[in-house]
């Protein structure tokens, strides 16, 4: 039952970005060979033909320290496949569409559903696939394994099975989201060197998420594994909002040896 | 019989290897040259670590680790034949370009009429401004 959660908060997560972004034509997640959780437009044949040609290039990519992501720019569409928490999800858009968009928003929706979902359902998604966890295997794999329907899924998922989970986890406190973010320079005589600023949206979602509880410290953390706790505030300017975004003082920056452009994770401190 | 010459210019390491038999029509091997002279360029920038340029006849490599080459070619190749088979999938047309991200380094393959060159780099050289200057 738990994977089939999972497999509904992929789902419901990939109508989301679909929502938001008209431009992804398909999406679809996919584990090793395992499609995970498909939109409707996309067809079985199809996402496994993709995953097929997507590990003929990972089983090559030793000399560049394994893969992270892979974009097809073709003259009238994008194919990008990224790896996200141990999952690989493909989205394919039209030439028109805003990369840094869609690949912020990504980056940012999936891995906060997959952590809310991991704490009302504490499953290990890494010892096994959705898939092979279903409850009643009809032993053709191929049709078994694809969650045709959110609807289904809907239907199967008890929701007294996650009212009960509730009560386990205390008061339920979630785990606080990790969210990754693309650093950006932070300069100015008034600006305190031990304050970072986070897309508001982003803030929005952890004050969402911890409706009376305070936070007011961050966990960042860059992809080296240098780490620093700090104080933070969301970034103002709408212009910023909701592209996955964190400014930092120049001086904090070189303490975690990061710079303009890269990635780092924050993690709000709860109190 | 083939014959093949093997000749080094540019820089050391560079290896240039052509195929005398085969006539290549002039303007693909001028679009070939001008490529080359490009990357070439490029292969100097900070975080650049070394190039691939191939099309049916010719090929001009030149990479800072040289013992790299077989995978990097490897990878590049099955870069370009996934592309197609993706391409042909999702009806997104011709693969002007691959970009594949590694944890340590990225790839940018583009493909040029015939040509095909894949340019290594690390992970935060700025991709985009390479590609402009391949592609213009």
């Known amino acids: 039952m738990d994977n089939e959660a999972y497999a509904f908060a992929l789902k419901n997560t990939l109508k989301e970005i679909k929502n938001i972004s008209p431009n992804i034509s398909h999406a679809f997640f996919f584990k090793e060979e395992k499609i995970l959780a498909k939109d409707e437009n996309t067809d079985e044949e199809t996402a496994n033909s993709t995953v097929t040609a997507f590990n003929a290039i990972t089983e090559r990519t030793n000399a560049i320290g394994g893969l992270e992501s892979v974009t097809f720019h073709g003259t009238s569409g994008k194919v990008n496949i990224t790896c996200i928490n141990d999952f690989y999800l493909a989205t394919i858009t039209s030439k028109e569409a805003d990369e840094k968009y869609i690949n912020t928003l990504t980056r940012v929706l999936v891995p906060t559903v997959l952590k809310l979902v991991e704490k009302i359902h504490p499953v290990s998604i890494d010892q096994d696939t959705l898939t092979t966890e279903k409850p009643e295997p009809t032993g053709d794999n191929n049709a078994g394994e694809i969650i045709e329907d959110a609807e289904v899924c809907e239907k199967e998922l008890p929701m007294e099975e996650t009212a009960a989970a509730e009560p386990e986890s205390e008061p339920l406190l979630p785990e606080p989201p990790v969210n990754q973010l693309m650093v950006e320079n932070l300069s100015g005589l008034l600006v305190p060197s031990d304050t970072v600023r986070i897309d508001s949206a982003v803030t929005a979602q952890w004050k969402d998420l911890y409706a009376d509880k305070k936070i007011e410290k961050v966990d960042v953390e860059t992809l080296n594994g240098k780490t620093t706790r700090c104080k933070f505030k969301p970034i103002k300017d709408p212009k910023h909002e909701g592209k996955g975004i964190i400014q930092i003082p120049e001086k904090m920056q070189l303490t975690l040896q990061t710079k303009k452009g890269e990635l780092v994770t924050a993690k709000p401190v709860v109190e | ?136």
């Open chain 2, 1 to 136: 019989m083939v014959k093949k010459k093997k000749s080094t210019d540019e820089t050391e390491t560079t290896a240039v290897i052509t195929d005398e038999t085969a006539a290549p029509a002039v303007e693909e091997d001028r679009t070939f040259t001008s490529l080359r002279t490009k990357l070439a360029e490029i292969n100097n920038c900070k975080g650049v670590l070394g190039y691939i340029l191939r099309n049916a006849t010719s090929a001009t490599i030149d990479l800072k680790d040289p013992t790299k080459l077989t995978e990097y070619a490897i990878l590049s190749s099955q870069a370009l034949d996934s592309g197609k088979e993706i391409s042909e999938l999702f009806h997104i047309g011709d693969i002007e370009n691959i970009l594949i991200e590694g944890k340590d380094i990225k790839a940018l393959c583009i493909t040029i009429g015939e040509n095909k060159a894949s340019i290594f780099m690390e992970r935060d050289a700025a991709h985009a401004g390479i590609l402009r200057r391949v592609s213009h």
